[in-house]
């Protein structure tokens, strides 16, 4: 399959992640979102939304949305297990994070990593939002060691690809050490030195 992707966007990093995560073959062909490159005519054929990530498999079937994609390479595997309710449950944490988590602390880092511009012009509603979402994430993490079920899942990849980012956003994990022990599990689960 090819896997068209910004490897500095999560929600790309997300299906990079899934794949070698589960030894999948695949071309990461590069998309550079700030050249206009997802919105060529031949980009909007395959991927209409004209953003990435999107994946193409050999037979030409083309599947667009991070959470939808992850979600599709993951059956079968750990990642996803079998039980309804554990499903149910990862189901929940990856509309949460496309709802609440991604459009507020991706938005900031687009702001400050993308445009340049300074912590003090995010806009104040996402910087609340990011805050809250981090806040929720603690309290689970209190709580349970993975958001999802008994072990690594395709939440915890989903909700990783950008808290790992959370400080190029402007949000500190400071006051917050049950998320970053979780963060430090995620790159042990999926064999990342470091965050990327
Ligand atoms: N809900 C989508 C969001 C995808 C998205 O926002 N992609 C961004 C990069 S992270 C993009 O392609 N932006 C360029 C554009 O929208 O023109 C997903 O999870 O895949």
Not at 55 to 75: K, M, T, Y
Request: proline share 6%.
């Amino acid at each position: 399959m090819q896997i068209y992707g910004d490897d500095k966007s999560g929600n790309c990093l997300k299906v990079k992640y899934v794949a070698d995560h589960l030894g999948l073959s695949y071309t990461w062909v590069p998309i550079d979102i700030m050249r206009g490159e997802s919105r060529t005519p031949e980009y909007l054929a395959r991927f209409p939304a004209g953003q990435v990530p999107g994946v193409e498999f050999a037979d030409g079937r083309c599947l667009a949305q991070s959470n939808a994609i992850i979600r599709h390479l993951a059956r079968g595997s750990a990642l996803l297990p079998e039980d309804p309710w554990t499903q149910a449950k990862i189901d929940e944490w990856l509309f949460w994070e496309q709802y609440s988590h991604e459009p507020t602390i991706a938005v900031c880092r687009f702001h400050m990593r993308y445009r340049g511009e300074p912590a003090e012009t995010r806009d104040p509603r996402k910087v609340a939002g990011g805050e809250a979402a981090l806040d929720l994430m603690e309290r689970r993490l209190v709580a349970a060691e993975w958001f999802a079920g008994d072990g690594f899942t395709i939440a915890d990849v989903a909700l990783f690809a950008y808290t790992q980012f959370a400080d190029e956003g402007g949000f500190s994990l400071d006051t917050r050490p049950a998320v970053r022990g979780w963060l430090t599990r995620c790159m042990q689960a999926l064999g990342l030195p470091r965050a990327t």
